[in-house]
C-alpha cells in the first residue's frame, strides 16, 4: 500500500509514471536493454527527448520564440548560471523566501544585486506586491512558488525588464503565460519528476543577447545549439518526466490539474480556516496550493500529532525548520483522496485534544 505523500520534495509522482517506468527500467520497448543502459545519442532515447519536449511546449502552450532545456544541476545551478549569463551591470531580485535568498547569494557573486522588495520582515509569510523595477538592470528575477513558507505569486509583475522565474515548485500546476518570461526554470523533482533533471525555458532572443565569456558547459548557448545533448543528460529522470507529463496530458493538462489543485487547497485551508485547532502561517491571499504550512494550537501536540499521522499512512508533513509545525505538500501527483484523509485526520486528532 502506498502511502499519504505530503513531502516537500523530491515528492509524489502519478502511480502510472511509476509502473511505465518500472517496466522500462528493464526492457525498454521492447529493445532488450533497460532505459538507464541505452545511449543517449540512441533513437529510442532521441524519441524520449523529443517528446518530453514536446509535452512541455503543448501542456505550457511555449511558443516558438523559445527554447525548452534539459539540463542538470538543479534550480540551485540555475540560481549561479543565471547571474554568470545574463548580470552584466545589475540585476533585479524579489526576496520572498528562502529560495529566493538563495538565488540572490549566488547572483551577488557575480555582480550587483538589487533588492526590489522583500518580505522578510515578517519571515516571509507573504508575496511582495506593487514594487518598483528598475528599468536599468538586466533582468528581474521572482519565484513563483516559495515552497518552505508556502506563498505562490497569483499575478506576475509587469516587467520593463526581463523577466526570470524559478517556478521549481509550482511548475504544470497551472496555465502560465510562458512567452511573457525570458527564463523559467524548475529542478524537476516538486511537481515534474525525480531529481537530476533540471527544465529550463528560454527566449532564444534573450541567450542570443549572452555576451560574457563563459566555460561552455555554463553558457545557455551551448545547450541550445546542443539540443540538451552537449554532453549525457540525465537519461533516466528525462523518461520518468516524460511518463509524468503523459499522465498530465491524459487527465487533460494544466487547465484539468488546476481544478484539482485548487480542490486539494480548498479541503486543506477549509479545515484549517475552520478549526482553531490549526493556523496557517501563510497570508491569505498569497497562500499556495502546492504548499500549506500549518501550526498546531498547543506546540505541545506536536510529536503526538506526527505520530499519530503516520500511523494513518500520512507522511512527510513536518514542517521545515525555519517555519516549524507542519507543511503538507499538495503536488499534482497527490491524489484528492490523501487530502481528505488528511483533513479527517486532523479533525479527529482535534476532537480529541480539544
Ligand atoms: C526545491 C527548490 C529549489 C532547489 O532545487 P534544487 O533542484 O535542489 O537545487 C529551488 N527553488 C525552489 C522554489 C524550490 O522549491
Not at 519571515?123 to 506563498?151: M, R, V
Request: glycine share 8%; with cysteine.
Amino acid at each position: 500500500m502506498r502511502k499519504h505523500n505530503f513531502g516537500a520534495g523530491p515528492g509524489v509522482l502519478p502511480e502510472e509514471a511509476i509502473r511505465k517506468t518500472q517496466e522500462a527500467l528493464y526492457d525498454f520497448n521492447g529493445i532488450g536493454m533497460g532505459a538507464m543502459e541505452i545511449s543517449h545519442r540512441s533513437k529510442e532515447f532521441a524519441a524520449v527527448m523529443d517528446r518530453t519536449r514536446s509535452l512541455t511546449r503543448e501542456l505550457l502552450k511555449v511558443p516558438d520564440t523559445h527554447e525548452i532545456l534539459l539540463l542538470q544541476g538543479g534550480a540551485s545551478g540555475q540560481f549561479a548560471m543565471i547571474p554568470m549569463n545574463f548580470l552584466n551591470g545589475k540585476a533585479a531580485y524579489v526576496e520572498a523566501g528562502a529560495w529566493s535568498v538563495k538565488a540572490i547569494k549566488e547572483a551577488k557573486t557575480a555582480g550587483e544585486v538589487v533588492v526590489v522588495a522583500s518580505s522578510a520582515d515578517k519571515n516571509f509569510n507573504y508575496q511582495p506586491k506593487g514594487y518598483d523595477i528598475p528599468a536599468d538592470c538586466d533582468y528581474l528575477h521572482i519565484t513563483s512558488n516559495e515552497t518552505i513558507h508556502g506563498t505562490q505569486l497569483k499575478a506576475w509583475p509587469d516587467s520593463p525588464i526581463p523577466l526570470v522565474c524559478d517556478m521549481s515548485s509550482d511548475i504544470f500546476s497551472r496555465p502560465v503565460d510562458t512567452g511573457a518570461f525570458d527564463l523559467i526554470y524548475a529542478g524537476a523533482q516538486k511537481n515534474l519528476g525525480p531529481s537530476g533533471v533540471t527544465v529550463v525555458i528560454i527566449k532564444k532572443e534573450f541567450a542570443q543577447g549572452i555576451k560574457k565569456k563563459l566555460p561552455k558547459y555554463f553558457n545557455y548557448n551551448t545547450h541550445i545549439e546542443g539540443e540538451s545533448l552537449y554532453n549525457t543528460p540525465p537519461t533516466l529522470p528525462i523518461l520518468v518526466c516524460m511518463f509524468t507529463l503523459e499522465w498530465l496530458k491524459g487527465i487533460g493538462g494544466v487547465e484539468a490539474i488546476e481544478k484539482i489543485n485548487s480542490e486539494k487547497a480548498s479541503l486543506f485551508y477549509g479545515q484549517v480556516d475552520a478549526n482553531p485547532f490549526f493556523t496557517g502561517t501563510a497570508n491569505k491571499e498569497d497562500r499556495s496550493p502546492m504548499n500549506a504550512p500549518f501550526l498546531l494550537a498547543d506546540p505541545k501536540r506536536d510529536a503526538e500529532f506526527l505520530q499519530t499521522a503516520r500511523g494513518k499512512g500520512i507522511e512527510g508533513i513536518k514542517g521545515h525548520r525555519s517555519v516549524g509545525g507542519f507543511r503538507a505538500s499538495m503536488y499534482n501527483a497527490l491524489p484528492v483522496e490523501s487530502v481528505k484523509a488528511l483533513v479527517t485526520f486532523m479533525e479527529e486528532f482535534s476532537k480529541v485534544h480539544a
